[in-house]
């Protein structure tokens, strides 16, 4: 959210899309999206991720559970830089979207263990960013902790908590650190 929050596309919109959040029946409509009756239930026709992130930036969250059989579709679509909705018969759609994706695995690895596709892979790592787990970056700690709080928080905590967010090994990573907050200042407003 940030990248696109500072970069030139900030105007254009922002749309995320969980691959692993919806069924692999459903990812194909969410991404190119359909046109009225192109398949039962198909009742309008609906505007995909792709299309609408047109302008922006498009965040594909948890890629590489993503359907093998999806992948040569994305892939084409991002190198063509066009699609067509399911159902449609008429002239492709162009779009301009940077497209950003994470993953919870090694895609790399991912790859040689035929999981998911060479091609998109390398049409998708222009750049490459490895973001430790928390408990290898507790330098963030102070930075995560006033991010997600409404003012700057981390200076005014109790040398206690500050020890106890560093001690901690964060298991749940940024969510888990996001929720202790949440918790603490829930327990502070009683």
Same mark, same amino acid.
């Given at each position: 959210?940030?990248?696109?929050? /500072?970069?030139? %596309?900030?105007?254009?919109?922002?749309?995320?899309?969980?691959?692993?959040? =919806?069924?692999?029946?459903?990812?194909?409509?969410? +991404?190119?999206?359909?046109?009225?009756?192109?398949?039962?239930? !198909?009742?309008?026709?609906?505007?995909?991720? +792709?299309?609408?992130?047109?302008?922006?930036? +498009?965040? &594909?969250?948890?890629?590489?559970?993503? !359907? *093998?059989? &999806?992948?040569?579709? *994305? +892939?084409?679509? &991002?190198?063509?830089?066009e699609f067509r909705r399911l159902g449609a018969s008429a002239a492709s759609i162009r779009f301009?979207t940077r497209v950003v994706v994470a993953s919870k695995k090694d895609l790399w690895a991912e790859?040689?263990?035929?999981?998911?596709?060479?091609? /998109?892979?390398?049409?998708?790592? =222009?750049f490459t960013v490895t973001l430790p787990a928390l408990r290898d970056r507790k330098e963030d700690? #102070?930075?995560?902790?006033?991010?997600?709080? #409404?003012? #700057?928080?981390?200076?005014?905590? #109790?040398?206690?908590?500050?020890?106890?967010?560093?001690?901690?090994?964060?298991?749940?990573?940024?969510?888990?650190? %996001?929720?202790?907050?949440?918790?603490?200042?829930? &327990?502070?407003?009683?």
């Open positions: 959210k940030t990248i696109h929050q /500072l970069s030139p %596309r900030a105007g254009g919109p922002f749309v995320v899309f969980d691959c692993a959040a =919806v069924s692999d029946s459903l990812i194909e409509s969410e +991404l190119f999206g359909h046109e009225k009756g192109a398949f039962t239930g !198909a009742v309008s026709q609906r505007i995909g991720c +792709l299309e609408r992130a047109h302008g922006g930036t +498009l965040f &594909l969250d948890e890629i590489d559970d993503l !359907a *093998l059989d &999806l992948q040569p579709k *994305l +892939l084409r679509a &991002l190198e063509d830089r301009d790859c040689k263990a035929g999981r998911f596709r060479e091609d /998109l892979y390398f049409r998708l790592s =222009v700690i #102070p930075l995560l902790v006033d991010a997600f709080a #409404p003012s #700057p928080v981390w200076a005014r905590l #109790p040398k206690e908590v500050r020890d106890q967010f560093q001690g901690h090994s964060w298991p749940g990573n940024v969510r888990e650190l %996001r929720n202790a907050l949440e918790r603490a200042q829930h &327990l502070a407003d009683m």
